[in-house]
């Protein structure tokens, strides 16, 4: 009997087969046979230094995703809000508030007097852009593609690191970076405000080689770029917290008191303010000023994208370029794998998640201890510099938020939707040539008995139990697979002939079904 390859091995083979490195082992038992049997599941990751196959998976969903929704000619349909969930058009005023799981608070309506007005219409509920007519009759609906940065934290070499870290704002950056998705949402409630009709975006917060956060996004419509660079220059957020600038303890740190069920002073036994209590004390103080105020940085740039153009192939490429890495990762457009990290990338890198480390992240995070509040909903156990928020992490360097942001009527469906759609073109194509499904539907969680109950009963197998496969067998069997649903695929397409290639452009697939 032949040896598998050892587990490092067997992972690099599945990585170049596009296959899960890190499957999930499930036990199924059919209820109306009696059969148990273990099946495969991707991880479902979607950075590649996780998995590189479910990663790649998850990036071209994304890419059928904004090519799907950018170009539309007609409204797609109203999804139904989640619960709790409020209307798409119900945004606030761009007020100094502080938002959190209980309500708003809001300070004032007045915009801040260094920030330009902007016209203010009413937004009508049509989501695409105008029609224009050229001189030949010829019309046409363009889109956009818009990229927005944060303001400069002091000079950086073309690596993107400091020229002088002594001199650079390491601390603005950190609040800039965590405070980024706010300072996204009130673009675009801006936006739509002043053009008057529900703007939808696909877009994507991707770093810059500073470790900047930034954003590219696909507009669908055409916005004159004088009143885009308008919104952009009128657009902030204030973060109306407890002050930032020293904080209270550092080596000796606030206790718990069980009786008081609250934290204290370790010297004067004190009980620290609660969260409410320190938010009251802002509204009550006149001379009250944000803990910290974002603006968007100059530089914007704009780009009017026609539909079925290559341009637009070339932007939504680049739109979802970096997805599959994460912010502290290298950037690079080498063919040839990771370009090294020089020292002084790495010292930035750890100088900025040092920063990131201590700032609070939310209202909920320990580091407000160091600060002399307590945090909202506060327990026993809590320590600054241990808050298990994403935020925090050396891979997002401040930024908590997700990295793809898609308006609710950019295409009316969601994610699961469109990965059900390019599963419905694998299965068109196969039934157009006459092939039957495999094993793609198998032990379908949907799956019912005669009287009604399911059929097939899903619990979890772990990596100790006897009867659970070795690593190795189970990327072979799953590579196994995955060269046998290709290889059905491509004889599909081949006998079905003109059929299949107008079903496989309708959704355009980018692969052979994901094992």
Not at 16 to 31: A, G, K, Y
Not at 303 to 329: E, N
Not at 388 to 411: E, I, M, N, P, Y
Request: proline residues 8%; contains cysteine.
């Amino acid at each position: 009997m032949t040896a598998l390859p050892d587990d490092a091995t067997m992972r690099e083979l599945a990585a170049s087969e596009r296959v899960c490195v890190r499957p999930i082992l499930q036990r199924v038992t059919d209820t109306l046979t009696g059969t148990v049997r273990t099946v495969v599941l991707p991880c479902g990751a979607t950075r590649a230094k996780v998995c590189p196959s479910c990663a790649d998976a998850a990036r071209r969903l994304r890419i059928q995703q904004c090519r799907e929704g950018w170009h539309l000619a007609d409204d797609p349909p109203k999804p139904v809000p989640e619960p709790g969930e409020g209307a798409e058009n119900d945004a606030v005023d761009q007020a100094d508030e502080d938002d959190d799981e209980t309500g708003r608070r809001v300070r004032s309506t007045r915009r801040r007097q260094d920030a330009p007005d902007l016209p203010r219409l009413a937004v009508s509920d049509t989501t695409v852009g105008r029609v224009f007519e050229a001189p030949d009759g010829k019309t046409y609906r363009p889109s956009m593609f818009v990229t927005l940065t944060l303001p400069s934290y002091g000079r950086v070499t073309s690596e993107g690191v400091p020229v002088d870290p002594a001199r650079y704002d390491y601390r603005r950056a950190a609040l800039d970076a965590m405070h980024f998705p706010k300072l996204v949402d009130r673009f675009w409630q801006n936006l739509r405000r002043a053009t008057g009709y529900s703007v939808q975006y696909f877009a994507t917060v991707e770093p810059q080689r500073r470790l900047a956060p930034h954003l590219h996004a696909a507009i669908r419509g055409a916005i004159p770029r004088k009143l885009l660079r308008q919104v952009v220059a009128a657009t902030y957020h204030q973060v109306w917290w407890p002050q930032l600038d020293e904080p209270v303890y550092t080596d000796v740190l606030p206790v718990w008191d069980e009786l008081a069920q609250a934290y204290a002073d370790p010297t004067t036994g004190a009980v620290l303010p609660t969260w409410d209590e320190a938010l009251d004390a802002i509204d009550d103080d006149p001379s009250a000023v944000p803990a910290h105020v974002i603006r968007a940085g100059s530089q914007v740039d704009i780009q009017g994208v026609i539909a079925g153009t290559p341009l637009a192939d070339r932007v939504i490429g680049y739109l979802t370029k970096y997805l599959t890495k994460s912010i502290s990762d290298p950037l690079h457009d080498d063919a040839d794998g990771e370009a090294p990290v020089s020292m002084a990338r790495r010292a930035h890198i750890d100088r900025l998640a040092e920063e990131v480390r201590w700032l609070p992240c939310s209202p909920t995070c320990a580091n407000w201890l160091r600060y002399g509040v307590q945090p909202k909903d506060a327990r026993g156990g809590m320590e600054p510099g241990r808050c298990g928020s994403k935020a925090h992490d050396r891979d997002h360097l401040g930024l908590g938020g997700r990295r793809v942001l898609v308006s609710r009527r950019w295409t009316g469906k969601t994610l699961d939707e469109h990965r059900a759609d390019r599963a419905a073109v694998v299965k068109a194509v196969l039934a157009e040539a006459g092939v039957e499904m495999d094993d793609h539907d198998e032990l379908s969680a949907t799956a019912t008995r005669p009287d009604g109950l399911p059929r097939f009963v899903w619990t979890t197998t772990k990596p100790g139990d006897l009867d659970a496969p070795t690593y190795a067998r189970l990327i072979a069997h799953a590579i196994a697979q995955k060269h046998r649903w290709r290889t059905q695929y491509e004889d599909a397409k081949t006998r079905a002939g003109p059929a299949a290639l107008g079903l496989s452009a309708t959704a355009r697939p980018a692969a052979a079904p994901a094992a």
